[in-house]
C-alpha cells in the first residue's frame, strides 16, 4: 500500500508505517489512503462518507471533517471507522497510537494547532464582576475540581442557588481566573432557563454554540442527537472551558455536554440539578446568601466612607437584602444616589416597604427580599423612569438601545437614553455593549410583572406594536440605504419613516441590521405571526436581500413566521414570497431537496395571486438550482420562463437575474461569448434599475467569462469594480464569489501569490457564512495555486479537501474540478495511477454535466497513456 503524506512525501510500504504521524493532516492521510486500499479490495468504489457516517453514527460533514485534516477523530468509534477502512487488527492498534500522538502533540501545543486547523479562539466570557466580595470557599472548591480527576472524564462544576444570590458572577469571576488554562477558548450561553417566555432549547443552544465552533448552516444537524454528535466532535481533544449560565432541567444542560477530558464544564441553575451529579458525574458547588461579614464588606466597598461611620446601618441593610448580591448592589445605588440622607434613615425606610410586602407574600422566600429592594428602587424613581423600566420587560430580545426603549415607554429617544443612563446607575438595567442595554432576568421578570399590573392589555399591545414599527422602519431605512430594498414588493403596513432609527449611511445601516438581526427575529417569533402578521410579512420582504447575503438561520426563521402570518390572512402573494425566502435559504444550504419542495409551493401560491412577478421570480431560483444540479437544459427553461415574465412585467431587476443566470448555463457549457453577452446585458438592466446588487453579480459572471476568453485585465477589472460594491454592501456571499473568481483570474495571469491572497480571503469569508459549495471552488482554487507554486503536496490536501465538501453538497461541477485538481498533483508527484483515476471521475463528472471541459480531460488522459505529449 501506498499512503502519502500531506507534504506529498510517502509513507513506508506495507506493512503500514504509521511512526511519522505527528499531525492531523498525516493522520488523514493515511486514513485516506487505508479508504483507497479498501476501495480496491472491495472493487466497488470507495465507502462514500454517508455510508461511513451511517454506519459509525458521525455525521457525514464529520466524517469529512476527520477525512480532511480539519478535526481529529474522536476515540469514540475510531477502530470502527478504521476498520471500516480495511484496517488489520494489528493497524488497528498503531492507529489508534498514531491517534492518540496527534492528540498529544495537540495539547502540547494548542495555539498552533487551531491556526492549522484554521479554527477561532472564541472568548466569549462576559466582563469580570466589579467589587466581586467572597465566596473563597467556593472558588477554592471549583479550583479542586478543575485539578481533580473527574468520574466522567470531563470536569463538570454544578453551581447552584437561588435567584440573585450570585451564582453568574461567581462562574464567570472564577473562568476569568482559570481562563489561560484553556488556551482553546472559552464559551459561554445563557440559556435563560427561567425565562418565562423564552427558555432556550438544546437544540437551539447547540446551534449558537456549533456556530462560535465555525460550524454553522448545512453542517448543523437539524436532530437534538446529531446536534449534539457535532458539538462534541467538534470539542474533541481541544482545551475549552464551557459556561452553561442559568440552566433550568438536567434535560437542557446534558446535550451540551463535551465528550473530551481536555474540557471543563461550569453549570448554574436555580435546581440542584441531581441528575447531573448522579448519572454524569458533576460536582456540586452549593452557594448559600453571602456571609454577613462578606456582604457588609461588599455593601461598605459599594457606599465608601458613609459606610464606615454608620457600621450598624451597613449590617442591618444587609440583612434586610437578605445577604444577596444583586439585591445588596441595587440598595447601594438607592444610598449612593442620596448622599444628604443617613444609611440608618433609609434603612428605616425599606425596613417599612419590606413588612409591606411581606403581608403581602408571606412565604419565607429570599426572592422576596429582592422584590422588596427592587420595588424600592423603582419606587423613587422618576415617574416617566418607572415606567420605562416595567415597558422594558415587554421586548421580547435579549437587549436594547433607547429607540426600542422609546418605542416602548412612547418617549422621545433623547428622554429613553437619560431613562436609562438613571436605570444603569441604579443597576436595575446594565451596559451590554456602547449604547445598549440588558436585564438580569430577575430584573424583567419583575418589570414584566409590574406592565402587567400598571398598564392595561390594550397598552402593552401598543407597546409592542411601537416597537414593531421602530424596527420596521429602521429596517426600510437601512436596506434603502444599501440598496437592498425591493421596491416593486408593496408593504403591507406604509413606509413608519416617523418611527425610523436616524441612519447616518450604508456603513451605520450595515452595522445596525448586523446588531439587531438576533433582536429582530425574536420580535417575529415572538410576536408577529399571531398578533401583527403584516408587519411579519414586510420585514421578511425588506430583509430578503439582506438575509440572503449569509444569515440563513435568521432568514428560516423569519421567513417561516412571515409564511404563517400570510397562510392566517389569506394572502397568496405574501405565502409566495415567504415560500421563496425558505426555498433559497434551503438552496444556498444544499438541501436540495426542500428547497424544490418549497419553491414548488411558491409557485403555486402565485399562481393563485396572479403575480407573474413573483413567478418570474420562482423561475429564476428553480432554473440556478437546475444548473447547480448539472441540468443544463431543464435550467434554461426555467431561465427563458422567468425572461419572458418578467419583460411583460417591466421587471428590469429580474430580467437582469435571469438573464445573468442564463448566462452561467451558458457559460457552463463553453458558450462563453454567449454568454459574456448576457452578463453585460444583465449588468445594464441591473443599473437601469438601481440595483446595485444585481450589477455587481452581473460584473462578478462577465469576469469569469472573460477570463474564459482570455480577456484577464477586463476580467480582472469588471471583478474588481463588482468586489467593491459588494463589499460597500456588505454582501459576505458576493464577496466570496467575486474573490473566488479573481483568484482565478490572477492564477491566469501568472502571478499565483496575489491569487493565493484572494482566494484566503474568500475562504474565510465562506466559513463565516458557511457557504460550502463556493467554499469547494475556492479550495479547488487554492489547490491550483499551490501546484502553480510547485507544492503538488498542498494541492492535494486542498483538492482532497474541495472534493469532500462538493460530494457531500452533491455540487457536481466541484467535484469534477478537484478530480482534476488530484489528478494534475499525482501526476506532478509522478504517481500516474492514482493521476489517471482521478482524470477518469472528471471524465465521468464533466461528460454527466455536458460540459466542454471533458475535451481537455479526454486529452490530459491520452498523454498519460503516451498518445500525446503531456
Keep these: 500500500m501506498v499512503a502519502y503524506r500531506s507534504d506529498g512525501k510517502v509513507f513506508d510500504q506495507s506493512p503500514l508505517d504509521v511512526s511519522g504521524v505527528r499531525t492531523l493532516p498525516d493522520l488523514a492521510a493515511v486514513l485516506r489512503a487505508l479508504r483507497r486500499r479498501h476501495a480496491r479490495q472491495r472493487r466497488d468504489g470507495e465507502l462514500t462518507y454517508r455510508e461511513l457516517a451511517a454506519r459509525t453514527g458521525w455525521s457525514t460533514a464529520a466524517v469529512a471533517e476527520y477525512l480532511t485534516g480539519r478535526t481529529l477523530p474522536p476515540t469514540d468509534r475510531f477502530d470502527i471507522l478504521v476498520g471500516l477502512l480495511g484496517a488489520t487488527p494489528v493497524e488497528q492498534g498503531m492507529l489508534a497510537t498514531a491517534r492518540d500522538r496527534v492528540a498529544e502533540e495537540q495539547r502540547r501545543t494548542p495555539r498552533r494547532s487551531v491556526r492549522a486547523g484554521h479554527r477561532p479562539v472564541p472568548r466569549q466570557l462576559p466582563a469580570d464582576v466589579f467589587a466581586f466580595m467572597g465566596r473563597g470557599e467556593q472558588l477554592a472548591r471549583l479550583d479542586a475540581i478543575l485539578a481533580g480527576p473527574a468520574p466522567t472524564g470531563v470536569v463538570i462544576s454544578a453551581v447552584s442557588g437561588t435567584a440573585g444570590v450570585g451564582k453568574t458572577a461567581l462562574a464567570v469571576h472564577w473562568a476569568h481566573r482559570v481562563a489561560d488554562r484553556f488556551p482553546d477558548g472559552q464559551l459561554y450561553v445563557n440559556l435563560r432557563g427561567y425565562d418565562p417566555e423564552q427558555p432556550m432549547p438544546p437544540t437551539d443552544a447547540l446551534a449558537r454554540l456549533l456556530t462560535s465552533l465555525r460550524v454553522t448552516g448545512a453542517e448543523i444537524p437539524i436532530d437534538v442527537e446529531e446536534r449534539a454528535a457535532r458539538y462534541r466532535t467538534q470539542l474533541a481533544g481541544r482545551r475549552m472551558l464551557i459556561v452553561l449560565d442559568n440552566a433550568a432541567t438536567v434535560e437542557q444542560v446534558r446535550p451540551l455536554l463535551p465528550g473530551t477530558a481536555s474540557c471543563a464544564v461550569v453549570v448554574t441553575s436555580r435546581d440542584r440539578l441531581a441528575g447531573l451529579v448522579a448519572r454524569d458525574g458533576a460536582r456540586r458547588v452549593d452557594l448559600d446568601l453571602l456571609p454577613l461579614p462578606d456582604a457588609v464588606a461588599l455593601l461598605t466597598h459599594l457606599v465608601g466612607a458613609r459606610a464606615e461611620a454608620e457600621p450598624e446601618a451597613v449590617a442591618t441593610l444587609a440583612q434586610l437584602c437578605a445577604r444577596l448580591p444583586l439585591a445588596l448592589r441595587v440598595a447601594a445605588e438607592r444610598a449612593a444616589a442620596h448622599p444628604a440622607a443617613t444609611l440608618a434613615d433609609l434603612t428605616a425606610e425599606l425596613a417599612d416597604r419590606q413588612r409591606r410586602l411581606e403581608l403581602m407574600d408571606a412565604d419565607g422566600d429570599p426572592r422576596a427580599a429582592v422584590t422588596a429592594v427592587f420595588s424600592w428602587s423603582v419606587q423613587h424613581l422618576p415617574p416617566p423612569v418607572a415606567r420605562t423600566f416595567r415597558m422594558l420587560g415587554l421586548h421580547p430580545g435579549t437587549d436594547f438601545d433607547e429607540y426600542a426603549a422609546a418605542a416602548l415607554a412612547a418617549s422621545d429617544p433623547a428622554a429613553a437614553r437619560t431613562d436609562l443612563e438613571v436605570l444603569a446607575r441604579a443597576h436595575l438595567v446594565h451596559p451590554v455593549g456602547t449604547d445598549r442595554y440588558g436585564m438580569h432576568d430577575l430584573l424583567r421578570g419583575y418589570a414584566t410583572r409590574l406592565a402587567g399590573t400598571h398598564e392595561s392589555d390594550a397598552g402593552r399591545r401598543a407597546a409592542l406594536g411601537r416597537l414593531l414599527d421602530t424596527y420596521l422602519g429602521t429596517v426600510r431605512t437601512a436596506t434603502d440605504l444599501l440598496d437592498l430594498t425591493d421596491t416593486?414588493?408593496?408593504?403591507?403596513?406604509?413606509?413608519?419613516?416617523?418611527?425610523?432609527?436616524?441612519?447616518?449611511?450604508?456603513?451605520?445601516?450595515?452595522?445596525?441590521?448586523?446588531?439587531?438581526?438576533?433582536?429582530?427575529?425574536?420580535?417575529?417569533?415572538?410576536?408577529?405571526?399571531?398578533?401583527?402578521?403584516?408587519?411579519?410579512?414586510?420585514?421578511?420582504?425588506?430583509?430578503?436581500?439582506?438575509?440572503?447575503?449569509?444569515?440563513?438561520?435568521?432568514?428560516?426563521?423569519?421567513?417561516?413566521?412571515?409564511?404563517?402570518?400570510?397562510?392566517?390572512?389569506?394572502?397568496?402573494?405574501?405565502?409566495?414570497?415567504?415560500?421563496?425566502?425558505?426555498?433559497?435559504?434551503?438552496?444556498?444550504?444544499?438541501?436540495?431537496?426542500?428547497?424544490?419542495?418549497?419553491?414548488?409551493?411558491?409557485?403555486?401560491?402565485?399562481?393563485?395571486?396572479?403575480?407573474?412577478?413573483?413567478?418570474?421570480?420562482?423561475?429564476?431560483?428553480?432554473?440556478?438550482?437546475?444548473?447547480?444540479?448539472?441540468?443544463?437544459?431543464?435550467?434554461?427553461?426555467?431561465?427563458?420562463?422567468?425572461?419572458?415574465?418578467?419583460?411583460?412585467?417591466?421587471?428590469?431587476?429580474?430580467?437582469?437575474?435571469?438573464?445573468?443566470?442564463?448566462?452561467?448555463?451558458?457559460?457552463?457549457?463553453?458558450?462563453?461569448?454567449?454568454?459574456?453577452?448576457?452578463?453585460?446585458?444583465?449588468?445594464?438592466?441591473?443599473?437601469?434599475?438601481?440595483?446595485?446588487?444585481?450589477?455587481?453579480?452581473?460584473?462578478?459572471?462577465?469576469?469569469?467569462?472573460?477570463?474564459?476568453?482570455?480577456?484577464?485585465?477586463?476580467?480582472?477589472?469588471?471583478?474588481?469594480?463588482?468586489?467593491?460594491?459588494?463589499?460597500?454592501?456588505?454582501?459576505?456571499?458576493?464577496?466570496?464569489?467575486?474573490?473566488?473568481?479573481?483568484?482565478?483570474?490572477?492564477?491566469?495571469?501568472?502571478?499565483?501569490?496575489?491569487?493565493?491572497?484572494?482566494?484566503?480571503?474568500?475562504?474565510?469569508?465562506?466559513?463565516?457564512?458557511?457557504?460550502?459549495?463556493?467554499?469547494?471552488?475556492?479550495?479547488?482554487?487554492?489547490?491550483?495555486?499551490?501546484?502553480?507554486?510547485?507544492?503538488?503536496?498542498?494541492?492535494?490536501?486542498?483538492?482532497?479537501?474541495?472534493?469532500?465538501?462538493?460530494?457531500?453538497?452533491?455540487?457536481?461541477?466541484?467535484?469534477?474540478?478537484?478530480?482534476?485538481?488530484?489528478?494534475?498533483?499525482?501526476?506532478?508527484?509522478?504517481?500516474?495511477?492514482?493521476?489517471?483515476?482521478?482524470?477518469?471521475?472528471?471524465?465521468?463528472?464533466?461528460?454527466?454535466?455536458?460540459?466542454?471541459?471533458?475535451?481537455?480531460?479526454?486529452?490530459?488522459?491520452?498523454?498519460?497513456?503516451?498518445?500525446?505529449?503531456?
Excluded at 425558505?582 to 411558491?602: D, K, N
Excluded at 440595483?691 to 477589472?717: C, I, K, P, W
Excluded at 492535494?796 to 488530484?822: C, K, M, W
Excluded at 460540459?851 to 503516451?866: N, Q, V
Aim: charged share 25%; net charge negative.
Design 488 to 870: 416593486r414588493r408593496p408593504l403591507r403596513v406604509g413606509a413608519l419613516a416617523g418611527t425610523a432609527r436616524p441612519l447616518s449611511g450604508p456603513e451605520a445601516a450595515r452595522s445596525w441590521l448586523d446588531t439587531e438581526l438576533p433582536n429582530l427575529t425574536a420580535v417575529v417569533t415572538h410576536t408577529g405571526a399571531r398578533d401583527w402578521p403584516a408587519h411579519t410579512i414586510d420585514l421578511s420582504t425588506l430583509l430578503y436581500r439582506y438575509l440572503d447575503g449569509g444569515h440563513y438561520t435568521d432568514a428560516l426563521a423569519i421567513h417561516t413566521q412571515a409564511y404563517r402570518a400570510a397562510e392566517a390572512t389569506g394572502d397568496p402573494s405574501g405565502q409566495a414570497h415567504a415560500l421563496l425566502g425558505i426555498g433559497v435559504t434551503h438552496l444556498h444550504l444544499c438541501r436540495y431537496e426542500r428547497a424544490v419542495e418549497h419553491l414548488r409551493q411558491a409557485l403555486d401560491a402565485a399562481r393563485r395571486a396572479d403575480d407573474r412577478s413573483q413567478r418570474a421570480r420562482v423561475f429564476t431560483v428553480l432554473g440556478n438550482l437546475e444548473r447547480l444540479r448539472g441540468r443544463p437544459e431543464p435550467a434554461a427553461g426555467y431561465l427563458r420562463r422567468a425572461m419572458d415574465l418578467a419583460e411583460a412585467t417591466g421587471d428590469d431587476s429580474q430580467q437582469a437575474l435571469a438573464l445573468s443566470n442564463l448566462g452561467t448555463v451558458d457559460a457552463q457549457q463553453g458558450r462563453y461569448e454567449s454568454a459574456a453577452g448576457h452578463f453585460e446585458r444583465a449588468a445594464e438592466l441591473s443599473r437601469r434599475a438601481g440595483n446595485r446588487l444585481g450589477e455587481a453579480t452581473a460584473l462578478t459572471n462577465l469576469g469569469l467569462a472573460e477570463q474564459r476568453l482570455s480577456r484577464h485585465r477586463s476580467a480582472a477589472d469588471h471583478l474588481g469594480r463588482a468586489l467593491a460594491v459588494f463589499r460597500q454592501l456588505g454582501h459576505r456571499q458576493g464577496q466570496a464569489n467575486a474573490l473566488d473568481n479573481l483568484g482565478s483570474v490572477h492564477l491566469s495571469l501568472g502571478e499565483p501569490h496575489r491569487a493565493v491572497e484572494y482566494l484566503t480571503e474568500a475562504l474565510g469569508i465562506c466559513r463565516e457564512i458557511d457557504d460550502r459549495e463556493v467554499q469547494a471552488w475556492v479550495l479547488n482554487g487554492l489547490g491550483d495555486a499551490a501546484r502553480a507554486t510547485g507544492r503538488p503536496g498542498d494541492a492535494l490536501g486542498h483538492h482532497t479537501e474541495a472534493l469532500a465538501i462538493a460530494r457531500d453538497v452533491s455540487a457536481g461541477e466541484p467535484q469534477a474540478r478537484a478530480h482534476t485538481g488530484l489528478g494534475h498533483a499525482y501526476r506532478d508527484l509522478g504517481d500516474r495511477v492514482r493521476a489517471r483515476q482521478h482524470f477518469g471521475h472528471a471524465l465521468a463528472g464533466y461528460t454527466e454535466l455536458e460540459s466542454l471541459e471533458a475535451d481537455t480531460i479526454r486529452g490530459l488522459l491520452a498523454a498519460l497513456d503516451g498518445t500525446e505529449d503531456g
